[in-house]
């Protein structure tokens, strides 16, 4: 019976010591930092400046794009050309809305920059203060546009769609012809950040 038990516990002694000592041990992957997409260019570590950019960007550019129909003769000509044409009087409203609130949102989107978004990065600072220079420069162009699109006279409305739609594309164009970059710097600033442009 001794013998019995010995064994019994031997072979109890030898099954516990082969299922916990063979049993592999888990490697855990080291953790390394993870970077954004920025950071892997070796552009941008200010991740407080992205979070704070992108949530102005998305808050006040993102109704932009559904203005972009009117504020070029090009891209009001193509998008009447498959849609129904609303008259002279009620398209000329349109393109006004437009700009006015696209004038909105980049001042907004500009004060912001000026008053909520900081860095200590040079360069970024530097791009902030560029996007603010011409976002500023944009809301003078705005301003410039509106102006002249208030000085169509009142018998225009006459005209065919197309000579009402070249004259308010021609009462849009800037006789100093300077090149706004505003939105090519704006989607530079949101690829280097990693932000998708809307």
Not at 42 to 62: A, H, I, P
Not at 128 to 146: F, H, P, V
Not at 177 to 191: A, G, P, V
Request: aromatic share 6%; with cysteine.
């Amino acid at each position: 019976m001794k013998l019995k038990k010995m064994l019994t516990m031997g072979l109890s002694l030898a099954l516990i010591l082969g299922v916990t000592g063979c049993t592999k041990k888990e490697v855990v992957p080291e953790k390394t930092p993870t970077k954004t997409p920025t950071e892997e260019k070796g552009s941008v570590t200010d991740n407080e400046y992205v979070k704070q950019y992108s949530k102005v960007y998305n808050n006040f550019m993102g109704g932009v794009e559904e203005n972009k129909v009117y504020l070029t003769p090009e891209s009001a000509t193509e998008y009447y050309a498959t849609n129904e044409y609303p008259g002279n009087e009620t398209y000329l409203e349109n393109v006004k809305m437009a700009y006015h609130d696209t004038k909105e949102k980049i001042v907004v989107f500009v004060n912001s920059l000026k008053n909520d978004v900081k860095t200590d990065d040079a360069e970024l600072n530097k791009k902030n203060q560029q996007l603010i220079a011409e976002g500023e420069k944009a809301i003078a162009d705005i301003d410039a546009k509106t102006k002249k699109l208030d000085e169509i006279p009142k018998d225009a409305m006459s005209k065919t769609k197309e000579e009402y739609m070249k004259l308010v594309g021609e009462a849009t164009m800037l006789k100093d012809n300077t090149k706004n970059e505003f939105s090519k710097l704006m989607e530079e600033i949101n690829t280097q950040l990693g932000i998708k442009n809307k």
